[in-house]
């Protein structure tokens, strides 16, 4: 069972936190003192990661929740513990809690509103190409099936694929990854 936290400015100094977000998406604002581990990383992070919840508590954090959750459920199965922060970065900004982001980085939209873009474009594509070259109207209903299947697995192909948009990858200041992993282990 996955427990889901609504941690406080004051509790957080508390929690080895941990964004699931995308380097994009993590550098466009991020808990306070954050580390960024995307969560198909996370298999290759338990090691540090259950070095890090040896120490204290961990906490997974996403855009809204939904994320972390599932990165909870990925280190549970690898044997490590970790809570999840209740509506996420948006419900902690959404309480005048402060973020972090380097100077001059625009915000990435949320993975799952590049999704909806994405789907909704490749939708309206198929179904406009129709009448004119009839499979087109396949596009449609293979973004359909794509997002049905999501819906039923919990995962989702075209957010693996838009994560790896140059948007959506890390600035060139960011911390490296096999630093944060340092960082996580102490």
Not at 16 to 42: F, I, K, M, S, W
Not at 70 to 93: F, M, Y
Not at 96 to 102: A, D, M, N, S
């Amino acid at each position: 069972m996955t427990s889901r936290v609504t941690v406080t400015p004051a509790r957080l100094a508390g929690y080895a936190v941990v964004d699931v977000r995308t380097p994009g998406e993590y550098a466009g604002g991020h808990l306070p003192g954050a580390h960024n581990v995307p969560l198909d990383r996370l298999a290759e992070a338990a090691g540090a990661l259950r070095a890090a919840a040896a120490r204290r508590p961990l906490l997974l954090v996403c855009a809204s929740g939904n994320r972390s959750v599932r990165g909870c459920e990925r280190l549970a199965a690898l044997g490590v513990t970790a809570a999840s922060q209740e509506g996420g970065t948006a419900a902690w900004a959404a309480a005048g809690h402060p973020v972090e982001r380097p100077a001059g980085t625009r915000a990435a939209w949320p993975m799952d509103r590049q999704v909806r873009l994405a789907a909704g474009a490749l939708v309206v594509a198929g179904f406009a190409a129709g009448p004119v070259w009839a499979p087109g109207h396949w596009l449609s209903g293979l973004v359909g099936a794509g997002l049905a299947l999501s819906a039923v697995t919990g995962t989702c192909a075209m957010a693996a694929l838009l994560g790896r948009l140059p948007r959506n990858r890390a600035p060139k200041d960011a911390v490296p990854f096999a630093e944060t992993l340092r960082r996580l282990t102490g």
